[in-house]
């Protein structure tokens, strides 16, 4: 099992900046993919940016040039970089580690605001 614990969410104005970090229980060498969802009011999670097999990484058409998923290993910590953030980046974002076999682990989430 691993435990994911997300920070940084918060309100900030159209245009701005936000990261969110992502710190796991355990390394996370040992976790196949590490990802960011989103999950706005009323709508599906929806995939937001991942690591796909070795450093190679891939982002939802709507936030590719905005956000950059990265990690620090030493802190077993995950960060999602989002800029120019738009009204409709507004939801619940949460972390997520990814076993081949198939087994899911999230976060409690982490709520970010876009507004004026």
């Known amino acids: 099992q691993v435990q994911l614990v997300e920070s940084g969410g918060g309100l900030v104005q159209p245009g701005g900046s936000l990261r969110l970090s992502c710190t796991a229980s355990?390394?996370?060498?040992?976790?196949?993919?590490m990802r960011w969802y989103r999950q706005a009011p009323g709508k599906l999670r929806e995939f937001v940016a991942g690591?796909?097999?070795?450093?190679?990484?891939n982002y939802a058409d709507s936030v590719k040039g905005r956000f950059t998923i990265s990690t620090d290993n030493a802190k077993n910590t995950v960060f999602l970089q989002m800029n120019s953030l738009k009204p409709e980046d507004t939801a619940v974002y949460y972390c997520?580690?990814?076993?081949?076999?198939?087994?899911?682990?999230w976060g409690q989430g982490t709520q970010v605001t876009v507004s004026s």
């Open positions: 997520n580690a990814y076993y081949l076999q198939g087994l899911n682990y």
């Open positions: 355990r390394s996370i060498f040992s976790i196949d993919r």
């Open positions: 690591f796909t097999s070795g450093d190679s990484t």
